[in-house]
């Protein structure tokens, strides 16, 4: 059982601000389990009692989590003063969503957005080694050399070489096309990789993060509810 406040409970439902819902209680607009409820303070059981907003039933949503297929252009923020942000895309219930990590504002792909702090904690912290695949398009032949070095670590300047990264060539030319696999989440870390064996990145997105790989039918831009196996599989890795 889970207990909140009524005035969170209308708030977290986007239903007003605090003290627009406090006024909305006050002029006797919302009921409980059919009577009317004047106490912003009255506890609610969000799994069993029946709250309605002007005769409609208001059921609570705990957490979201959505698959989000990032466009390049837009900032892995909630928040920012110049450039659009990931949350622009997204039209959920809660207004306390976040991204799980962060994509460059030119790189694609597979991003989360939850409301799930204990989770996204759990996937980015460095010891769960959440594996992160990548496919890149680079400027330069890329060798089998190149796959050892991703190996056996590479120096990105920082205090340490980073960790064992799994390299797969699909196509090496002079843009060659790749799969690259990280255990880590540096910043820009396919790209100063990249840097680190002389061959820019040119394009970058990422198609899985953890169990969760991004669909063929989800279009730059478009976001889905993750599946009950999806977030199973998640929560359990
Ligand atoms: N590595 C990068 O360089 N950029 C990203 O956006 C993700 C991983």
Redesign the pocket.
Known sequence: MSLLRLDKFLADMQIGTRSQVKQLIRKGRITVDGQICRQPEAKIDTDRSEVTFDKQVISYVHMEYYLFHKPAGCVSATTDRNLPTVMESIDAQRKDLFPVG???I??EGLLLITNDGELAHQLLSPSHHVP?T?YAEIDGIVTDEDVLKFKEGLDIGEKNPTKQAELVILKSNVISQIEVT?YE?K???????FEAVGKP?LY?K?IAFGPLTLPDDLKKGEYRSLTEDELEALKNR
Request: net charge positive; no cysteine; aromatic share 10%.
């Open positions: 962060r994509l460059d030119d790189t992160k990548y990280v989440g910043f820009h870390q396919v790209k100063r990789m990145v970058l990422r």
